[in-house]
């Protein structure tokens, strides 16, 4: 228990260990993180009246690598050792746009030739998204399925 450390934020309620585990002050005891749709731990916490789900690999990114939990911009990438694997030693932190360009270059597709819809997060030919000439790259950041759904 001695490896055990406050995350920030959440400090008397909740502390993470570099193995990836998440402790509960109030049931002393570790957590039994879920699956998530897209295949990573998760957990629900205990907030008051809420309880928001969080990915165990940005709790623990947030205790050990200084991340700020409501930053959206930088993402939590996992290393070779697969996505349920959420020890300190498998974590970075990468921008958004250098996320996807390292999964992008994993999956053989050229920024060049390609760019992710800002909805539904697919990276996608550049062909299928709208022109705009004001835009910096020309293009909209939706994709032309995601603007036709016309859902914001």
């Keep these: 228990m001695n490896d055990l450390k406050p995350i920030p934020g959440l400090e008397s309620y909740y502390s993470a260990t570099k193995d990836g585990r998440i402790y509960s002050h ?3 005891d570790f ?3 879920s699956i998530s749709k897209n295949g990573y731990n998760i957990v629900r916490l205990c907030l008051g009246s ?3 789900c969080f990915k165990v690999s940005r709790l623990v990114a947030a205790t050990y690598l200084d991340l700020n939990l409501s930053d ?3 993402e939590v990438d996992h290393g070779l050792l697969g996505k349920l694997n959420d020890s300190i030693d498998n974590l970075s932190l990468l ?3 250098n996320h996807t360009l390292k999964h992008c270059g994993r999956l053989g597709i050229d920024d060049i030739d390609h760019k992710m819809c800002a909805r539904c997060k697919i990276v996608k030919s550049k062909l299928l998204f ?3 000439k004001n835009l910096k790259d020309g ?3 939706y994709c032309k399925t995601c603007r036709n ?3 914001w």
Excluded: A, D
């Design 31 to 33: 957590m039994h993180p």
């Design 50 to 52: 809420l309880r928001p």
């Design 26 to 28: 109030r049931q002393n």
């Design 95 to 97: 921008s958004h746009y």
């Design 149 to 151: 759904k016309r859902t």
């Design 72 to 74: 959206r911009l930088i």
């Design 130 to 132: 709208h022109k705009n």
């Design 139 to 141: 293009l909209h950041s």
